[in-house]
Structures are given as C-alpha cells and as structure tokens.
C-alpha cells in the first residue's frame, strides 16, 4: 500500500530525526520475499519461499555528499591490505540503507561510515572525457579479456559486457595501506551487466538492476591521471 515516494520521504525523516546529514537518497528499490524482522531476531534478513513468510521491503538507498558532491561506493569492500595481526584487513565502503514494510521500518543498516576532515585541494584539473573513454575501451579489455583467454583457468566460452551508465563523483582511495584513513578523488566509473557462459552450458548475470544495491563498477578510472582505480584494493 506504500509508494516509493512514501517510502523515501519515511526514511528521510527518520534520517532527519536522527541528527545523519550531509546524505541523499541514491535509489529506492522494491525487494520479495524479505523477512519480516522482529527485536531479538536475526538482523541480516535472509530470502525466504515461504509465501506465508515472504513479504515485499522497500530499500531506500543513501549516498554521502561532500561540499555538494557525491561519494559513490563501486562495491562491496577493500580486499585484504597486508595490515593487521592476521596479515590481513578490510575497510568496507559506506553503505546506509532504510528498509521499509507495511509495518513501518524494519532496519536500518549502516556500514563504515565516513568522518571526513579536511580539503587537501581546493581544485583539481580533469581529464577530456573523450580521454576517458578512450582509457576505457582499451583497459576494459586488459581488464576482462584474460577470462576468457585463459579457459583452462576460469573456463569461459564468452562474456559480454553492457554498459548502461556512467558517473562522476567522488570515490575514496586507500593511503597507503592504511584501512582507516584515505582520500575522495574525482573517479568515472562505468555501469551495467556483465553476463558470463561457462563451458558447462551454465550462465551467470552480475550487476542486473534486480540486484538492487548490490551492483558493482564494471571499471573505475581516476579522472585527474586516468588511471584504473581495482574497487576491492582501494587504490
């Protein structure tokens, strides 16, 4: 009975309620088959078949925004950095959610949220998007073409690759190898679905809009020195 205009304005006012600025709704998805979350259960709601327990949530996504830019998270995590006792460490991206169900809200989820300190560059000169483009067309084959070269590693018969948006906004890179502290730099990165046929016959789809917030960058590029930016390393 919601509207996603309902949905976004409840979530924003619950933002608003509780003091978060500096955040704009991003996307607001309609989720099946969700839980229905009740205090004391599990707080990672998990797919369900049940028809009797299955209902539809609405996911309100929220982005940072810093002096009126945005911060785009391109995927889930850093991949391990070398740091820690165990050799290895991670730092998430940010990520605020608001889920929404006939019942009112039904969670909040908020991941490595960002304290952002100090400009260290008023402003920064950008690659000619034509220039881009053109970094694109070549790194995005250097990037995916070994899968389906290498068949007696990944077993790939074909991959295709649509591309569906490209954006501008600020993306935060590791210093260093530092899990805790790094830069929001002016990144391009370049949308869509990735569809992969195996040799078996079996055919994934990765970043499909049906995925909600779950899509990653196909590829990154840094817009001051138009490098290829790896989302899981940070850097």
Known sequence: SMTPVQAQNQAEELLKKAGVTDMRVRAVYLASNFYTLTPGSDPDPRGTTDPKQAVYTYIVSFQRLVNGAAVVSPGPALSSSGAGEDGSAEWWYERLEVQLNENGVSRLFWTAPLIVSKVEVEKSALLPFSEITGLFRTMVQVKYEPMVLEEDTYHVSSM????????????????????????LVPVWNFWGTQTVAYEDGTTVVRGAATEGTARESLLSINAIDGSVIDARKGY
Do not use: A, F, K, Y
Not at 166 to 174: A, D, E, G, N, Y
């Open 160 to 183: 295709t690759l649509d591309i569906d948006g490209v954006t501008l906004s600020l993306q935060r890179i590791r210093e260093g190898d530092s899990v805790t502290e790094g830069l």
